[in-house]
């Protein structure tokens, strides 16, 4: 008897042909996706600042990477970006975001477009009602970081009214300002912020 009869059995079975595993998508990213036009105008300018943005959040990229193929964009830098997948390793991914920004005939950003882009994107997420307190936080960040400049000074007094009225009844920061109404303040400055800028 051959060693491959009395491995497995003198009776061949033939077994049924099993069906293809349909592909799943990679986890989604924790980033809301975009769906209106403006949004996405801000999210694209933001990845072509992608190198000049200190530390900046790749989970975005696959977003709008993700974006771009329900277009039907199917260019070789962009499926790659979109293959990505939590965690992503910055040394990595940056190289193919450079590619696709190529592929798509767009310029990186640095210096003050850069920053701009940056503050703007954040700007749109508290119009939009993406995230108000988070993006609010970040402004203030920016605030600080750039020597109150960019005319972010409001963003950085309703952050700290918003922490006061947490605490207590009123705040020393914005006037007007009370737990009831303070988002509508932030969204009235974020809107009057992109008029100006």
Request: with cysteine.
């Amino acid at each position: 008897m051959s060693f491959f009869k009395k491995l497995f059995g003198s009776k061949t079975k033939t077994e049924p042909i099993p069906k293809p595993v349909e592909p799943t998508e990679p986890a989604a990213p924790s980033v809301k996706p975009y769906d209106s036009e403006q949004q996405y105008t801000y999210l694209t300018n933001l990845i072509r600042a992608h190198k000049s943005v200190n530390p900046f959040n790749y989970n975005l990229v696959v977003v709008w990477a993700l974006s771009l193929m329900k277009e039907g964009n199917e260019m070789p830098g962009v499926l790659m970006l979109a293959s990505f997948a939590e965690p992503i390793d910055t040394l990595e991914i940056q190289p193919y975001v450079s590619r696709a920004l190529i592929e798509l005939n767009l310029t990186e950003l640095d210096g003050e477009a850069a920053i701009l882009a940056l503050i703007r994107y954040h700007v749109m997420n508290i119009v939009t009602d993406n995230s108000l307190r988070k993006n609010l936080r970040e402004l203030y960040h920016l605030c600080n970081q750039y020597d109150y400049g960019y005319g972010l000074n409001p963003f950085y007094l309703l952050h700290y009214a918003w922490e006061d009225l947490e605490y207590e009844d009123e705040n020393y920061y914005y006037a007007g300002a009370t737990l009831d109404n303070i988002e509508s303040f932030v969204k009235k400055e974020a809107e009057q912020w992109l008029k100006n800028h």
